[in-house]
């Protein structure tokens, strides 16, 4: 079992409110997070067919039958009936904090059940796939270049990534999306997922995407709203200042987790990986989830963007942290040539941005400009930036 970072922002949270939500892929160890957080909770599937029907028939009754120490509800969002009577329940015990931790894999489901009926009773929390430093933990210990290769996921990354990514996308495509009241084609879902892992961190073209699959514009941009919704895809906004420069104002879009891109892709090996076209964009996207993955908990409510010019200045990912900005540019190869320095320092001076990192694959940490500094992936995965 690796040590996962969440465990104590959801203890802390359990302290501060009655409900605790625990947003995340399918797979991605919610269960195991929220048992060794809240190792007293008892736990109930609520994807399992009679524990969901008593739910659906009197929920109200099972929520007030749990145990003093507490009840963990996994998948809430196969009973949308339990939103509306955990409230009743929270209001029944207003003082019991960290009674109730829900977890799901549905976002816009879950978040919905939150906003309408659990405002203000409630914490939300998200679980993302492993991080380099959390790979690095426990009994089978992961290198960076291994997580790169298979992905986040921990039993992709402990097993055969390709078979399991193959089992997984059709567990989700074509049973858990029209479980989730989702119309949408599994074949269709693939084709455009594996569309996507072509154009890994292109600026999204809704129109040319649509048109090559047959849909419109707008039909693209739902499908879309999907794989966000189930974390499989994400779309990077760009970070706009007033600089008096044209920008791009197209979402740049990425396949989360680098394993499903390798997967689609039919790169099963580290040499395959580094003979293929998509290197440089799947270590972008590597670097990026990383990044932020960390960051939404040292600091969550930072604002994350790319920055590109109508000129082609670009800088890979922009945090803005309120109190400060900062640049990073992902690299494959070397980061410290002259000319990746320069760029970056120009896009410093027009974001205003505090510090500058250029992250590679060399080890090690060496400043190349004036606040300026080329970090290792092994010196990003222990807290850079």
């Known amino acids: 079992m ?17 409900v605790v939500v625990v947003l995340g892929a399918r797979q991605v160890g919610k269960t195991t997070a929220a048992r060794t957080a809240f190792p007293a909770h008892r736990h109930v599937d609520l994807e399992d067919p009679r524990t969901a029907e008593r739910f659906r028939a009197d929920p109200r009754f099972e929520l007030d039958a749990a145990p003093d120490g507490g009840l963990v509800l996994d998948e809430a969002q196969a009973v949308p009936a339990v939103f509306s009577a955990l409230r009743g329940a929270v209001d029944a015990t207003r ?4 009674r109730f931790v829900v977890l799901g894999s549905a976002q816009p489901a879950l978040v919905r059940g939150v906003s309408e009926s659990l405002a203000g009773r409630a914490a939300v929390l998200e679980l993302d796939p492993l991080t380099a430093a959390e790979a690095a933990t426990g009994p089978a210990p992961r290198a960076w270049q291994d997580l790169w290769l298979k992905g986040g996921f921990p039993d992709a990354l402990q097993g055969d990534a390709q078979r399991w990514w193959a089992s997984y996308l059709r567990l989700v495509l074509e049973r858990d999306l029209p479980q989730y009241g989702v119309r949408a084609d599994p074949i269709f879902m693939r084709r455009l997922l594996t569309m996507l892992a072509h154009q890994q961190g292109g600026l999204l073209n809704a129109s040319a995407l649509g048109s090559s699959l047959g849909v419109s514009h707008h039909a693209l941009l739902r499908h879309l709203d999907v794989l966000e919704g189930i974390h499989l895809v994400r779309r990077l906004p760009p970070y706009f200042r007033n600089v008096g420069k044209r920008l791009t104002k197209s979402p740049k879009v990425y396949l989360r987790d680098s394993g499903l891109l390798h997967h689609l892709l039919g790169i099963g090996s580290t040499e395959a990986l580094h003979d293929h076209p998509v290197r440089g964009a799947s270590w972008e996207g590597f670097v990026i989830e990383d990044v932020l993955r960390r960051e939404r908990l040292a600091h969550p409510t930072t604002q994350a963007g790319f920055w590109r010019t109508a000129a082609g200045a670009e800088v890979d990912l922009v945090l803005d942290r309120g109190h400060e900005r900062v640049a990073l540019e992902c690299k494959a190869g070397r980061g410290d040539q002259a000319r990746a320095v320069r760029t970056l320092r120009d896009a410093m001076a027009d974001l205003q941005a505090a510090r500058g990192w250029i992250v590679d694959q060399a080890p090690g940490i060496e400043r190349i400009g004036e606040n300026i500094a080329r970090a290792g992936f092994d010196a990003v995965q222990t807290g850079c930036p």
């Open 95 to 98: 003082g019991r904090m960290g």
């Open 2 to 18: 690796f040590d996962r970072t969440l465990i104590e922002p959801l203890r802390s949270a359990a302290a501060a409110f009655p």
